[in-house]
């Protein structure tokens, strides 16, 4: 038997209670894992509460990753006693997730944790962690070098948008933070922003070409923002977007893509290549300081996610959320 957070659905709203399952309750995969750490953030925040349609089958556990270590595997590639690292692929949303003692998965989603990381480190990094490493991945592929000139990032008080900013800053870039929370501004510094942007100056009124700032950028919040941020950006230069905060819309025109030669570069840490996401997680390993993990995340337990849920749906909740299950 293990402990479990369920989502049921009863007269179109959603319930959330702690139960006790049988392993003969959990999904179909070739990998047994014992959780030790999830995480909670927004998106789960919705699908708890019910404020957000995330979830269409149920019951459900949510939790969009995990980190834990394999306590059985019919795969070749995973033993008895690895340490793995989960993300993505569905997880919390159309398959169980990590808010649960135990998870079933296929191999083919589950990464090993680099030498550096444990689970605890590797849930304080989490998605947020691993979109932000592969859109600095995506600007690096694409030729943006710390001497080609500032690099934006929009949404940086953010779990991407901060991980970001610390990533590019270790790698020798001088980073420009956009946030719409000005109290932030400290902590966008201690991250290693050169300068702190109020969000209203990406708000107004989107030119089809603005005068050249950017050598490149990380956009979380998509929509009218990025219009504005591809207006600004260099020739050649190359924006790497992974949030839709903003919405779908992109009102902007072909003149940067084709006058100035400016490359969109959509990531996506979901359905990730393996090799890709493996190097990913490496490279984080070796980047993060040991100080940027205590510094962004709180620790809760399994009893407590329903009432953090709620705080987080609100906006209450700053930096990361980690969900002890070990």
């Known amino acids: ?145 710390p001497e080609k000139g500032e690099v934006l990032v929009t949404g940086a008080s953010g779990g991407v948008g901060s991980v970001a900013v610390n990533l590019l800053a270790k790698l020798g870039y001088d980073v420009a933070a956009v946030s719409g929370r000005p109290e932030n501004t400290p902590m966008l510094e201690a991250l290693g922003a050169k300068r702190v942007i109020a969000r209203s100056e990406f708000t107004d009124k989107v030119r089809p070409l603005d005068r050249q700032y950017w050598a490149g950028a990380v956009d979380t919040v998509g929509s009218s923002v990025l219009a504005k941020v591809l207006s600004q950006v260099n020739y050649e230069g190359a924006v790497a977007a992974c949030g839709l905060a903003g919405g779908f819309d992109l009102p902007t025109t072909v003149m940067p893509f084709i006058l100035r030669g400016v490359k969109l570069l959509g990531v996506d840490s979901v359905m990730c290549p393996l090799a890709r996401r493996t190097e990913a997680w490496k490279r984080l390993a070796e980047l993060l300081p040991e100080s940027y993990y205590e510094a962004a995340c709180s620790e809760i337990a399994l009893e407590q996610v329903a009432e953090q849920a709620e705080a987080i749906t609100r906006g209450q909740v700053t930096g990361r959320t980690l969900i002890r299950l070990k």
């Open 1 to 145: 038997m293990f402990k479990a957070l369920v989502l049921e659905q009863q007269d179109k709203q959603t319930l959330s209670s702690i139960q006790q399952l049988d392993e003969s309750a959990l999904p179909e995969g070739n990998v047994l894992v014992a959780v030790d750490y999830s995480s909670l953030n927004y998106k789960d925040g919705l699908a708890i509460t019910g404020k957000g349609k995330i979830i269409r089958d149920f019951p459900m556990v949510p939790g969009i990753d995990f980190a834990g270590t394999v306590i059985e595997s019919s795969s070749s590639d995973f033993s008895e006693g690895d340490k793995v690292v989960l993300t993505g692929w569905g997880v919390g949303e159309n398959h169980w997730g990590g808010m649960a003692e135990k998870a079933r998965v296929k191999a083919s989603q589950l990464v090993k944790l680099p030498e550096g990381l444990d689970e605890r480190k590797a849930m304080m990094i989490g998605t947020a962690g691993l979109t932000a490493m592969l859109c600095v991945m995506d600007l690096e592929a694409a030729g943006i070098t």
